[in-house]
């Protein structure tokens, strides 16, 4: 029996198809909920990850009846897959990997979603930073084995990857592509596509061979469920005769449309960064810095907005050394107590920094600390404020901030608390855990709305929603835990998007759209509740966003003010934009990521206790 039930085990995880026993699948279940205390992870249902892969994700996210095989690599990846995909045995991911519904990836296949730098040729590549663009793969596509696929390529749906095939540019929907590089073999709506369809469907692991000739090319296709089962397929490829394939507009799916939308946006961008920097940036001679907006009085967060605006693209604000962007950061920060009062716009007199009173100096304990992290330093010293902080402290003062009619300043509040403790624990070895607030969260979120605090007669749900995002991104998602109501919270923060006081286009400001995506796109992490809506108001809400882009100036923070394009707008829609796009699955589009204070992975993994 030993024996039998090792054979049996052994079997699942190299083909998880054959389907769990009951007893397998209480194990599966074990097994998720480990992966999801140690990585960001998301499992729908029916879904397997063999013990025997190498799961090591940046974040994972498994829709309904999808598996991993044993054997199987992902690691350092941003991986989603919809429903019914499949890693088989031996495939390798690693980097941005966005993949739509019934995608099958055979055995030895691999995808690279990131690449490395090599522009100097001073500095050795190793040490050159990583670019990432991602890799967007649509739905109902066959990646055959030993199949690789580059960064920044986009996989139309339908399409076939042949065994072998070197994949470096975009594939259109409906497409067979093989060979090194990849290149168009025929579309699958250009002959008989019932052969294909017959030889593929429920198929598992399987192995192509293509042997492209001047008069044709042939696909062999063995699969993984029936080892006696094979198909040869015939596709002709005439060198000499164009295919015929439909329209763009017809052929290429909807999300194809706007992927290539939001690649032209975000290339724009790109070309216009330094113009666009040095039109915020002044000199006197002595000094060099940046206004928000020309003739605005001096802040910290201008050079911080900058540092981010620049590392979005791989980059520094021009005129500016590493060096010197850490030199004037740290120098904000006051070692006594290790918060960082705005020089130009300091505390008053009735400041009590203990209790973190002065929102500028809480704001850019998120804002420097995080721009020091993108240029590969830190705050100089430890927040010593919120490391004194004791629970028996803590909790009066949780229980007394404004949660009835300004929840966003409780939510700001405890924004800069829990960055504190975890900047302490990063940089300084702090043994200060924040599991006491992380337990006052949890008795004090609403089970109605899944926020923190109630709606206001003048605002409606504007201040707990907004407060929602503040305190979560410093607690659940810059420790990578999972929300106490994520489908509460859903359904109270699709309610506040409806709310024509805040979201017609005029209205339309930084700070309230990113209130609302930013909880979405967290929220989706651990469910698939209202997805579908999601992404219709992420869709409408681009095409409004992008309407405002100011040429080499920017956006402004009201984007209809567009004569007041400034850093701070344009940081933040900048990774507004990203969040949209991410929850269309077409982020990587782009072309850049967010960085520093909006940056979307989990800054630290708390060690159990």
Known sequence: MPEQRFASRKALDYMPWIGPSAQEQQEQILYQQQLTTEYSCTFGEACYVSPQAVVLPDQLQMGDRSYIAGGAIVRSARLVMGSDCSL???????????????????????????????????????????????????????IGANAVILDGVQIGSHSIVAAGAVVTRDVPAYSIVGGNPAR?????????????????????????????????????????????????????????????????TESVPAYSLLSQQLADFGRLAGDQLIPLLEYYSESTGEEKFFRDRPGYKRTVRAYCDAVEIAAMFGSL??????????????????????????PWSPPGAEDQPELLTDHLSRYHLLAVGYALEVLGSALPHPVIVAENMETAALYPYLNDLPWEDNAWGGGDWIDCY????????????????????????????????????????????????????????ATYAQFGLPLPYPERSIDTVLAHSRDRRFFRAEALNACNVLDVVHPLWLCLKQTNYRRAEIRSWAENMLSEVLKFWVPQRGFAFQLSQQQDTGLQGTEMWLSILYLLA???????????????????????SLPPR
């Open 184 to 248: 168009l073999i025929r579309s699958r709506l250009a002959g008989d596509t019932a052969a294909i369809a017959a030889a593929v469907e429920q198929k598992e692991d399987i192995g192509m061979t293509m042997d492209a000739q001047a008069e044709g090319a042939a696909v062999k296709a063995g699969t993984g469920t029936d080892a006696d089962d094979t198909a040869v397929i015939a596709v002709t490829a005439d060198r000499d005769t164009t295919v015929n394939t439909k329209p763009v």
């Open 418 to 473: 829990a960055t504190g403790l975890y900047h302490n624990l990063k940089t300084f070895g702090s043994r200060k855990r924040p599991d006491d607030l992380f337990g006052w969260l949890a008795t004090h979120c609403r089970r109605d709305s899944g926020l923190w605090g109630l709606p206001t007669a003048e605002e409606g749900w504007l201040q707990p929603v907004n407060g929602f995002y503040r305190l979560t991104r």
């Open 317 to 342: 604000p021009p005129g500016w050394t590493r060096a010197e962007l850490t030199a004037v950061l740290q120098g904000f920060q006051d070692a006594g107590t290790g918060l960082l009062p705005d």
């Open 88 to 142: 088989n045995s031996y495939s390798v991911l690693s980097g941005d990997i966005t993949m739509g519904n019934g995608v099958r990836v055979a055995s030895h296949a691999s995808m690279y979603g990131f690449n490395h730098g090599f522009a100097s040729t001073d500095i050795p590549v190793f040490r050159q930073p990583c670019t990432v663009q991602g890799i967007i793969i649509g739905d109902d596509v066959w």
């Open 582 to 604: 991410d929850l269309c699955g077409v982020s990587s589009s782009l072309g850049y990521t967010p960085k520093g204070v909006h940056r979307l992975a989990p800054a630290f």
